[in-house]
Every structure is written in structure tokens, then in C-alpha cells.
């Protein structure tokens, strides 16, 4: 079995900083692409960002400049760094994964269960 688990969100105010990370745990083999999504205001989740193995980045346009994406393969992590957070920034961040597992022999995405972000102006 393979799991997600984020974890650096909480409350804070309009134009602080946070960074959160994403560790994956379990029968890995290895790792392809990375990425962030969020559910906002009661809308459908949506992109932020990806990272792939050979740390080639892609943002969302709408929040590019304002997050940044990282990875450590050693340790098989994703983080985002996420600066100047705005009230609409408020809601639920989840991880996505591409990851070979060892036990089905097989890719396979999987996603983090979501880890809270509010901000207050």
C-alpha cells in the first residue's frame, strides 16, 4: 500500500507565507510526476502545480509567482511554498502522486486526503 500524508497547513493572515509538504510512504518503487491541487470555495478541485522527475515545473497561471513547487526524491516528498495568501487562497490542498508500486508492479496515481488552509484578511 501506498499513502499520502500533507501536512503545514493552518490558519493565518492575508499576506503571510506557508509551506507544505507531502510525504509518500509505502511499496514505492519509484516516483514520475508530483503535484498540488485545491478545492476552494466550494468549487471543483483545482490545478496549482506539477513537478516532474526531472524537476521540470508547470504552474496554473492564475498562481504562478505566488507558489512555488519543490521536490526531494530521496525522500520522496512534494512541497509548496505559498506566499503573499489571500483569503481566496482559503480551503483544502491535496497531493497527487505518479508512483510505480513495488506490490501491483504497475503506476498508479494517489492523492493525499487534503490538509486545511485558511486565510484571514
Known amino acids: 500500500q501506498v499513502q499520502l500524508v500533507e501536512s503545514g497547513g493552518g490558519s493565518v493572515q492575508a499576506g503571510e507565507s506557508l509551506r507544505l509538504s507531502c510525504d509518500a510512504s509505502?511499496?514505492?518503487?519509484?516516483?514520475?510526476?508530483m503535484a498540488w491541487y485545491r478545492e476552494v470555495s466550494g468549487k471543483a478541485r483545482e490545478f496549482i502545480a506539477t513537478?516532474?522527475?526531472?524537476?521540470?515545473?508547470n504552474y496554473s497561471s492564475a498562481l504562478k509567482g505566488r507558489f512555488t513547487i519543490g521536490r526531494d526524491n530521496a525522500k520522496n516528498t512534494v512541497s509548496l511554498q505559498m506566499a503573499n495568501l489571500k483569503p481566496e487562497d482559503t480551503g483544502v490542498y491535496y497531493c497527487?502522486?505518479?508512483?510505480?508500486?513495488?506490490?501491483?508492479?504497475?503506476?498508479?496515481?494517489?492523492w493525499g486526503t487534503g490538509i486545511q488552509v485558511s486565510v484571514s484578511s
Open positions: 497527487k502522486m505518479e508512483i510505480w508500486t513495488k506490490e501491483a508492479w504497475r503506476w498508479a496515481t494517489f
Open positions: 509505502g511499496s514505492i518503487g519509484s516516483i514520475n510526476d
Open positions: 513537478i516532474t522527475s526531472a524537476d521540470t515545473v
